[in-house]
């Protein structure tokens, strides 16, 4: 699959769970979206995904992407230490600059 290379970093970042890579691909004022949580701008990316890493321990594998207007959306298929692993989650992402502004998770 060929994914836009901030999103490509997102998934190889993420799987080597080094959350300060995975922060990187953000810009500085980005916003996160999970869990019924919002976090705002790089650091407390850096400190959501930090904690999220050593919660769940969770991998992503690619399974869809597809661009809807300024929108990108990326299904991967998410495994780790959580009920229901493993689970296909969306990724709802805006880039601009070839950094992330925002993220949201959905299920």
Known sequence: MNLPNPIA????????????AYAQCFSETAVVFD???THQGRAAVQDWIAEANE?????????????KGAESVLKAEVSGDFPGSPLVLSYHLVIADD???SLKITG
């Not at 919660?55 to 661009?67: I, R």
């Open 99 to 101: 950094l992330i502004q």
């Open 9 to 20: 970093r997102l998934v190889a970042t993420q799987n080597s769970f080094d959350s300060v």
């Open 35 to 37: 869990e019924g949580k």
């Open 55 to 67: 919660k769940y321990k969770a991998t992503m594998k690619p399974v869809g992407f597809e661009e």
